[in-house]
C-alpha cells in the first residue's frame, strides 16, 4: 500500500514505520507496534498484519496484547486495538494505553510526542512530526 505524499520520505525526511512494522521490529529498531480497525469490522489487511505478528507473539520474539477503545462517532464505536512490543520493550504497552485512554481534546503535541516516542520514533523524527502537525507547538 502506497502512502500519501505527505507522509512520505520526502516530504518529511525520514520513513514513517506504517506497513514496515513487522521487519523493523523483527530487526529490533521498533520497540513498539499499534494495529487497529472497528471493532465490528476488520480489513482484510489488519487480518493479514496479525496472522503476521501473532506468529511471532506465538514464538516469544512479540508480546501482545489487546483492547477495545471506545469512541463517540454517531454513537459510541469500539475499535479493536492490538498491541505488539518486543519482549524488553513491554512496559510501553502499558504506557501507550494509558496515554490512547486520554485522546480526543486533551490530545496536545505533548501528547503526540510521547506516542512518537513509545512506537521508537527519534527526537528529530518527532520534531519534524510535531511541527507539521501541531503549528502552534
Request: charged share 30%; glycine share 8%.
Amino acid at each position: 500500500m502506497r502512502l500519501p505524499e505527505h507522509l512520505g520520505e520526502q516530504t518529511l525526511g525520514y520513513a514513517i514505520h506504517t506497513n514496515r512494522e513487522l521487519g523493523l521490529m523483527l530487526k529490533g529498531v521498533k520497540p513498539l507496534a499499534v494495529l487497529s480497525d472497528w471493532y465490528d469490522h476488520r480489513s482484510e489487511v489488519l487480518e493479514r498484519y496479525l496472522r503476521l505478528f501473532d506468529l511471532y507473539a506465538q514464538r516469544g520474539v512479540f508480546v501482545r496484547r489487546e483492547y477495545v477503545e471506545w469512541h463517540r462517532r454517531g454513537g459510541w464505536r469500539g475499535a479493536h486495538v492490538f498491541l505488539y512490543a518486543l519482549p524488553h520493550e513491554e512496559w510501553r504497552i502499558d504506557a501507550m494505553i494509558e496515554l490512547r485512554q486520554h485522546r480526543g481534546a486533551t490530545w496536545s503535541a505533548e501528547r503526540e510526542r510521547t506516542e512518537g516516542e513509545l512506537l521508537g520514533y527519534t527526537d528529530w523524527q518527532n520534531d519534524i512530526w510535531i511541527s507539521r502537525n501541531f503549528a502552534s507547538a
